[in-house]
């Protein structure tokens, strides 16, 4: 006796060697012996052999019509026998049934399983969907193959050409676009970036690298709303500063955050550092600061920036020459070359800007020398040499607390790009990061953050503060000394133009001073939320712009067609192009730190940014050169760090 039997989801036929009361053991027709519940068999049958019915039912099953069958089935629940016998009007033949059989599992979308050979026809509005999506699917997937094969013969459909950057950035993988997209590249060997961009559906690497960062980082788009209220009139209540003061930026400088006075006393002078005060106008609830706070920060990358305020804010607020503007501004005595013990003060009130001084066009006549010499001949020279020296006084004692000197001859690179996208020229303008006028803004802004982070936490205010321990640096809510910089207390409070947690800082600054509740309190959940979400947010956007300086470097490497250089060893076999802030490993066990060499390299790749370069002989002329401690080491040191933070040489 031969029996039909369902076996995971599959009919099968063998011959019965051995019975039992709820099993059998059948011998299928590949030889292999089973167990098959008595409750699975379907049918049983004597003639012809299970190999012969289920190739005979097969054939059979192929030629019977299936909407046929549909419509002659009974509307209940049936029997697969009964059905036989109706649709051959006679007792059918073992091959007839288990054709049958055979058609009506091998079409659930028109008969549902109901049990042991039983069975129930779709209805017929449920039958009707299913077949429209087998149809859309069956289409879809003509189209899918349609695509690819467009792709792989070096075409751009429409469909992905509209699509354009997002397929990457943010693909849905159940998609027919990015499902051709991904045949083809697998077909053509490549990755569906590269064939995006070949096939011209992105127009160039720089595209990549910064549309797909501002999708993400900017969902809503990099604009602002227009019905954002204007800011308000300045308070012309409030009082005016005794002295005039100055900024010192880059030319290229918008977000002019902060200005110092020099004023003469009876004993010294008073130094002042005026902060830009948009927070008098931006309350936490205020809709300009829910865009501060989705942005968290401005964006500076070589050739582009997004700010985190609308422009007519900071043009409202921004210390431009010529204008009285408000300001958070703090006071202290100085004698000597020192600050007199607790002589500071801060005061909200109103200062006239006399001039916005220029580090690119000052930097080479404000000299160490100059200013030792009391700044003769310089625009606000004698401001500048007393800021000079007391700059050099606080270094001093920073650098005690620190148990070592601060790195000196640090070169840093500003990107200057002519143009967009790959059109775009780039130059590279070396500059020394710790220039006289860098080190007098770097070192006013630790003192202004650092008296203003003590400030609040001696008044056991809340504030997001900055701290660094054993070289790990890290935003927190309460503080914590910062053994980089050599300072108790250090709080990012002198850019609140371009940094929202500067903003919350001197929300808290203000009501300290007028006495009254403060913004943000203690253990206040949305404090945490706002420190969280500055922090991963200023790491993106740092981590993007390194990413774009790379990109310049390695397109500069094109545009002026070199292949060769001179680079210096950082580390094991990391190396530094002499002539370009750009990174390279060469591979191996690497060379002592310091030593130059020659390298040459291949054509560089822009979308994975990516050199590779080879050493090609050790300049045995050339002593090893006496890099700064901390290049390559990823330390946060206090006049790179501070600098760059504060705009103080960087792009703004």
């Given amino acids: 006796m031969h029996v039909l039997f369902e076996d995971e989801g599959e009919l099968r036929a063998g011959t019965v060697r051995a019975t039992a009361p709820a099993s059998l053991q059948v011998e299928t027709t590949t030889g292999r012996r089973v167990k098959v519940r008595a409750a699975s068999v379907l049918l049983h049958f004597d003639d012809p052999s299970p190999l012969q019915l289920l190739e005979r039912a097969r054939a059979d099953s192929e030629a ?108 849905d993988r159940n998609s027919i676009e990015w499902k051709a997209l991904e045949q083809a590249a697998r077909e053509c060997r490549t990755t569906p970036l590269r064939l995006m961009l070949e096939r011209g559906a992105i127009a160039s690497p720089w595209h990549w690298h910064v549309e797909s960062f501002l999708r993400k980082a900017y969902p809503r788009g990099t604009g602002f709303s227009i019905a954002l209220p204007a800011p308000p009139a300045h308070d012309e209540r409030l009082p005016l500063a005794p002295a005039p003061a100055f900024s010192i930026d880059d030319s290229d400088t918008t977000e002019i955050d902060d200005a110092f006075s020099v004023a003469a006393t009876a004993g010294g002078w008073r130094l002042g550092i005026h902060i830009a005060a948009p927070a008098i106008a931006l309350a936490r609830d205020h809709p300009v600061d829910g865009e501060a706070r989705a942005r968290m920060s401005t964006l500076y990358a070589p050739g582009m920036k997004v700010t985190m305020l609308p422009p007519a804010w900071i043009d409202a607020f921004s210390l431009v020459a010529g204008r009285t ?40 006549l404000v000299t160490e020398e100059g200013l030792d010499a009391g700044g003769e001949g310089l625009p606000f020279g004698s401001e500048l040499a007393r800021l000079w020296r007391l700059s050099g006084s606080l270094q001093r004692g920073r650098e005690a607390v620190r148990g070592r000197p601060e790195p000196r001859g640090r070169v840093d690179t500003t990107f200057r790009v002519q143009g967009e996208g790959p059109a775009a020229r780039v130059e590279l303008v070396a500059r020394r990061r710790d220039a006289p006028l860098d080190r007098i803004v770097s070192e006013l802004m630790i003192l202004a953050n650092c008296r203003w982070g003590a400030w609040l936490d001696e008044l056991g205010l809340a504030g997001i503060f900055r701290s660094q321990s054993q070289g790990r640096v890290r935003m927190a809510t309460v503080a914590g000394p910062h053994e980089g910089l050599g300072v108790s207390h250090y709080a ?37 939320a706002a420190l969280s979400a500055f922090d991963a947010t200023y790491a993106s956007l740092g981590q993007f712009q390194e990413r774009m300086e790379r990109y310049w470097c390695l397109r500069w490497l094109v545009q002026e067609e070199r292949s060769r250089g001179t680079a210096t060893v950082v580390r094991g076999d990391l190396v530094r192009l002499d002539d370009a802030p750009l990174y390279v490993r060469l591979g191996g066990e690497g060379w002592e730190r310091g030593r130059r060499m020659e390298i040459a390299w291949e054509e560089p790749d822009l979308v994975e940014l990516s050199l590779f370069a080879r050493c090609l002989r050790l300049l045995e002329d050339a002593a090893p050169a006496n890099l700064p401690e901390d290049e390559g080491e990823g330390e946060e040191t206090p006049v790179a760090a501070v600098a760059a933070a504060e705009g103080a040489a960087g792009p703004a």
């Fill in 64 to 171: 019977i019509d299936i909407d046929f069958l549909w419509q002659c089935a009974p509307r209940e629940e049936f029997a697969a026998g009964d059905l036989a016998r109706e649709y051959h009007g006679r007792d059918p033949a073992a091959t007839e049934t288990a054709a049958i059989l055979l058609r009506l599992h091998a079409s659930p979308v028109y008969f549902h399983r109901r049990g042991k050979g039983r069975f129930r026809p779709a209805p017929p509005e449920i039958l009707e969907a299913a077949l429209a999506g087998i149809a859309r699917r069956r289409r879809q997937e003509e189209e899918r193959e349609r695509m690819s094969a467009e792709l792989v013969a070096g075409a751009l459909p429409a469909a992905i050409a509209a699509a354009g950057i997002d397929l990457l950035v943010d693909p």
């Fill in 325 to 364: 503007v408000p300001v958070v501004s703090l006071y202290f005595d100085v004698e000597g070359d020192a600050l007199v013990p607790g002589s500071w003060s801060t005061r909200l009130e109103r200062v006239a800007i006399a001039a916005n001084l220029r580090h690119d066009r000052l930097d080479s």
């Fill in 492 to 528: 990012w409070c002198t850019s609140p133009l371009r940094r929202y947690a500067d903003l919350v800082n001197q929300r808290q600054i203000l009501a300290a001073l007028a006495g009254t509740a403060p913004a943000m309190r203690a253990r206040e959940a949305d404090l945490y």
